[in-house]
C-alpha cells in the first residue's frame, strides 16, 4: 500500500487526523491555542470545543492522541474536529474538551519524546512517563485558563495516549479524578502484522508497576477484534494492574468495523462505549 493510502487508513485508529485546519469550518475548528508548558518550546497545540448551547454544566476532559509507528506521519497530525462523533459525544454533556498534541506532533514544538527504545527490550515505562508529562502539562495549563470547569479533570487517552493516561494515573495527581483508557498501550502492530506486538510481557509488567501507585478509578475499554492489543493481552495488562493494588474496570466490548482499535473515534463508535463512559464518570 503506498504510504500515504495507509497513513490515511492509519491516523483514524490512533486518534487523530490529517484534515487540514483551512478545510474546517469555525464551528469545527473550534478555538485553537498554544498551551504552556516549561518543557516545551512554544507549548502544547491544542484545540479546544466548547460545551454545546442548552448542554448542563459539566467538566474539563482531556482527549489524547495515539502515535502512528511511522515518524513521517506525525509532522502532518491534527487534533480531531470539534464536529467528530467522540468529542460531540462530551460537548454533548456539557463537558469542556481539550485535544492537545504532544512533543514531536502536528504544530507542537519540541523533539518526539515517547520511543520505547528497541523491540527486543522496549521501555514501556519511560515511554508512558513521558506521554503523561505532556498531558498533565496540558491539564495544568487549561485549569489556569479563565472559563474552565472548576475541579479535576477527566483524561480520555486512545492508544498511546490512552497508555500515557495509564502512566498519569500511576502518579495519582490531584489535578485528575478519572482515566479512561480506550485500547490503551504501546507496541502494537509491528511491521504492520495484526497483533504482533513488541515483548507483552514488557507491557503487562510496566502495567503491573503502574498500578503499584495508581489509586484513581480507570476504565478500560478495548473491542475483540484490535489489531494492536488483542483480547487476551488486554485482559492480562488490566488484571497485572489490579493485582497491583490499581482500581480497573475493564470493559470488552464485541469486534467494531473493520478494526476495532478505530472504537472510539469510529462512526457509531460512541453507541458501544458511551453508556459505560457515561455511567463512570458519574
Given at each position: 500500500m503506498h504510504r500515504l493510502a495507509a497513513a490515511a487508513l492509519l491516523l483514524p485508529l490512533l486518534g487523530a487526523c490529517a484534515i487540514a485546519e483551512s478545510d474546517l469550518s469555525a464551528e469545527q475548528a473550534g478555538e485553537t491555542?498554544?498551551?504552556?508548558?516549561?518543557?516545551?518550546?512554544?507549548?502544547?497545540?491544542?484545540?479546544?470545543?466548547?460545551p454545546q448551547p442548552g448542554s448542563p454544566p459539566g467538566r474539563l476532559v482531556l482527549i489524547n492522541h495515539g502515535s502512528p509507528g511511522d515518524p513521517a506521519i506525525r509532522p502532518a497530525m491534527r487534533p480531531a474536529s470539534c464536529q467528530s462523533e467522540a468529542v460531540r459525544w462530551f460537548?454533548?454533556?456539557?463537558?469542556?474538551?481539550?485535544?492537545?498534541?504532544?512533543?514531536g506532533y502536528g504544530r507542537t514544538g519540541g523533539a518526539w519524546a515517547e520511543g520505547y527504545g528497541s523491540c527486543?527490550?522496549?521501555?514501556?515505562l519511560r515511554a508512558g512517563r513521558e506521554t503523561a508529562r505532556d498531558i498533565l502539562a496540558a491539564t495544568r495549563a487549561m485549569q489556569a485558563r479563565p472559563g474552565t470547569p472548576a475541579g479535576p479533570a477527566?483524561?480520555?487517552?486512545?492508544?498511546?495516549?490512552?497508555?500515557?493516561?495509564?502512566?498519569l494515573a500511576a502518579g495519582d495527581p490531584p489535578e485528575v479524578s478519572r482515566i479512561v483508557n480506550m485500547a490503551g498501550g504501546r507496541g502494537g502492530r509491528q511491521n504492520d502484522q495484526p497483533n504482533n506486538v513488541c515483548r507483552p510481557d514488557n507491557l503487562v509488567r510496566a502495567a503491573s508497576s503502574f498500578g503499584l501507585t495508581a489509586r484513581m478509578p480507570t476504565?478500560?475499554?478495548?473491542?475483540?477484534?484490535?489489531?494492536?492489543?488483542?483480547?487476551?493481552?488486554?485482559?492480562d495488562m488490566a488484571h497485572a494492574w489490579r493485582l497491583a493494588g490499581g482500581p480497573v474496570m475493564l470493559s470488552q466490548k464485541p469486534a467494531f468495523g473493520q478494526d476495532g482499535h478505530g472504537l472510539f473515534f469510529g462512526r457509531g463508535g460512541s453507541a458501544i462505549w458511551g453508556p459505560e463512559v457515561e455511567a463512570f464518570l458519574r
Open positions: 491555542v498554544m498551551l504552556p508548558a516549561e518543557h516545551v518550546p512554544g507549548g502544547l497545540y491544542t484545540r479546544l470545543c466548547a460537548t454533548a454533556r456539557g463537558h469542556l474538551v481539550a485535544l492537545p498534541m504532544r512533543r527486543a527490550s522496549p521501555d514501556y477527566i483524561i480520555v487517552g486512545q492508544s498511546a495516549g490512552g497508555w500515557g493516561a495509564l502512566a476504565l478500560w475499554i478495548y473491542a475483540a477484534n484490535d489489531s494492536f492489543f488483542a483480547p487476551d493481552l488486554a485482559r
